[in-house]
């Protein structure tokens, strides 16, 4: 995989290159308002977005348009202006999200970490406002990762990355209308409808009352949340392909790390480590 992302968390375009394609999808539908297209959105852009979607493909020269358009949506028509048209930076929107979400955060914090918030945030919020038979039901739904949030309703000793595949999945059922194929083999085999069911329900509401702010948080609040699961994603399969000897970063396929020749642990192929459900 493209580890270049690693290097700053503000560089939006590098981690989109490691996006799988179903994510990126959904980046397009926030971005072109399910492809129907929007006020602040050029229709050439809307439609080389919506052709790279129905093809199921996106060079690196489309996945860095689509970071640059999350970034245009991230300032106002005057600041992209004095930016050259080149927006906000990433580390900004991030922040301004996550002041117009009220999450707590650092002054200076990089955009993993405010992402990281949002979504922890966004999460307590939602099993706050449940009630404790559908909140029972959720927790049982997420299995071990939710063992420990049955009796606090909270984040507690659920991964940063399920956390995120929750709430990114949630965001976009409520949002465009469909949920994120998800990597089954991290939930109980309840199944993704059930999981889904009180939880959305329940983020749907407090996403109702973030969006009559302004239309631009319509496309942020839903992308900066996509981006958070992307890159824990891409985390995940990062910590997997490190090399135990001498930590270097190799790529999925590797059989022997690159940098000392170390074995690397044999994967699983996909078909059968995972089973994939989108809700």
């Not at 927006?87 to 955060?105: I, M, P, Q, R, W």
């Not at 085999?189 to 109702?208: D, E, K, Q, Y």
């Not at 942020?220 to 997997?240: D, F, G, N, S, Y």
């Amino acid at each position: 995989m493209d580890t270049a992302f690693l290097k700053d968390s503000g560089d939006l375009a590098a981690l989109l290159q490691s996006a799988d394609v179903d994510d990126l999808d959904a980046l397009v539908d926030y971005i072109t308002d399910n492809g129907n297209g929007r006020v602040a959105l050029a229709k050439d852009v809307r439609e080389r977005f919506v052709t790279c979607k129905n093809a199921r493909n996106y060079r690196a020269a489309d996945r860095g348009a689509i970071a640059s358009e999350i970034l245009l949506f991230g300032g106002n028509s005057i600041a992209n202006l004095f930016r050259g048209g080149k927006g906000v930076s990433y580390n900004e929107l991030a922040s301004d999200v996550g002041s117009h979400l009220k999450v707590t955060f650092a002054k200076g914090a990089d955009a993993r970490t405010i992402e990281e918030a949002i979504i922890e945030k966004l999460y307590n919020d939602t099993v706050r406002v449940m009630s404790a038979r559908d909140l029972r039901e959720f927790t049982t739904s997420m299995g071990s990762f939710g063992a420990s949030t049955a009796a606090s309703g909270m984040a507690a000793g659920m991964s940063m990355y399920a956390m995120s595949m929750v709430v990114a999945s949630a965001m976009a059922s409520t949002v465009i209308g469909r949920g994120l194929p998800l990597a089954m083999s991290v939930i109980a085999s309840r199944g993704a409808a059930v999981l889904i069911g009180p939880f959305g329900v329940a983020l749907s509401g407090i996403w109702t009352v973030a969006e009559l702010a302004s239309a631009a948080y319509r496309v942020t609040v839903p992308c900066v949340v996509q981006v958070a699961h992307i890159r824990q994603k891409a985390l995940r399969i990062a910590l997997e392909c490190r090399c135990s000897k001498c930590t270097k970063i190799n790529t999925q396929e590797a059989k022997f790390c690159s940098e000392c020749g170390n074995p690397m642990p044999q994967k699983v192929a996909p078909s059968t480590a995972l089973t994939t459900s989108s809700f």
